[in-house]
């Protein structure tokens, strides 16, 4: 590399002598006077002198670089279970089952007489059981790792605990659709619990249908529930009428006699407080074939366990097992349990496949 050559030194103490340097187009600076002094490249004279241009130097491109607040999480697919079924936080973590009591009314009414003996009432007694599943999940930080995640504006701990969280919840809800088949226990699904009624076939396939087809299901659906629960469900009784994802524009469709009537508009007419729920699960769970159920939310029948038609357990939706402060990090382990779905009261769902 060639040294470069000196061609004018002035220490600070001369600067500070000399004074400012001024230049006027009388003094008839030439090119290398000019040079000398530090201007050098010149070919023209600009009418006022300003101080050279500096070249940009190397900046790093994390220098230039702005995180915004926050972490934006991948999206998980909806679970909807639990505004399908509710939930009710009942037993321990560590109970082996949960049993719920059903008592069958017997008895009949005689005519009365002075010499007869007297007809006595009684009730058979019934127990659903369901089993628990239980679920456990852990994380752990390392020094290190939580400092460089933090530059880098993340929060390993909470992240990690959110995958704990959303994980647990996966679990529960698929067996609160599909049960757990084990040898040791007994739980049962959304979609598999023995006491549902079975499957009754609809008029057409809802996509591409016609009003007065998806209508016509609809109707047949709320009439068998009415007729098997005696007329206990009514028209303004609460019902649930859950459909496969990816099925609400067929609640668009519209009435071709009815100028701008659609399926949605009619089912708020006649049924007014039916809800509609929208679940992924229910996207060919019949052998490939779409499903729906409809239900009544809630009967009272002067029971005293629940009111609610479709139960599901949960002993313990997320349970802190316990946390570890190490030299080098932090570990945390969570559990949670479930027995699953219960079905109190059959006469109250009907299901319809091939929609």
């Not at 701990?157 to 659709?177: D, P």
């Not at 809802?206 to 659906?221: C, E, P, R, S, V």
């Not at 809800?275 to 029948?301: H, T, W």
Request: without cysteine.
């Amino acid at each position: 590399m060639p040294v470069s050559k000196i061609k004018f030194h002035m220490s600070g103490r001369d600067v500070k002598k000399h004074g400012q340097l001024n230049i006027n187009p009388d003094q008839k600076w030439t090119y290398g006077e000019l040079a000398q002094i530090g201007f050098g490249g010149f070919s023209a004279m600009d009418s006022a002198i300003s101080g050279g241009a500096m070249q940009g130097g190397l900046i790093q491109r994390e220098m230039l670089q702005h995180v915004l607040h926050g972490v934006i999480r991948t999206a998980t697919r909806v679970r909807v279970l639990d505004e399908i079924t509710g939930i009710v936080n009942a037993g321990e973590w560590h109970d082996e089952e949960i049993i719920l009591n059903v008592a069958t009314p017997t008895g009949k009414a005689e005519l009365y007489g002075d010499h007869t003996n007297v007809p006595l009432a009684s009730y058979a007694q019934d127990q659903e059981r369901r089993g628990l599943v239980r679920f456990e999940l852990g994380f752990q930080v390392g020094k290190l790792e939580e400092a460089r995640q933090s530059s880098a504006g993340f929060v390993a701990m909470e992240e990690k605990r959110n995958s704990v969280t959303e994980s647990l919840e996966q679990g529960r809800e698929r067996v609160g659709y599909y049960g757990f088949n084990s040898p040791e226990t007994r739980v049962f699904g959304l979609m598999n619990e023995p006491n549902l009624p079975a499957y009754e076939t609809a008029k057409s396939k809802w996509k591409g249908g016609t009003f007065a087809d998806i209508t016509a299901d609809i109707t047949d659906m709320f009439s068998r529930i009415e007729t098997s629960s005696g007329g206990i469900i009514k028209d303004d009784t609460p019902i649930t009428l859950t459909l496969p994802l990816g099925f609400r524009s067929t609640l668009n469709v519209a009435n071709p006699v009815a100028r701008g009537e659609t399926v949605k508009q009619w089912i708020n007419e006649n049924y007014p407080n039916m809800r509609l729920i929208f679940s992924p699960e229910f996207v060919g769970a019949n052998g490939g074939a779409d499903v729906a159920y409809m239900f009544a939310d809630s009967i009272d029948d002067g029971s005293t366990a629940t009111s609610a038609v479709i139960l599901q357990v949960v002993p313990a939706k997320y349970q802190l097992l316990g946390s570890l402060n190490q030299i080098k990090g932090y570990m945390e382990d969570a559990t949670n349990a479930t027995a699953g779905v219960f079905v109190t009261r059959p006469w109250a769902v009907t299901r319809l496949t091939g929609i």
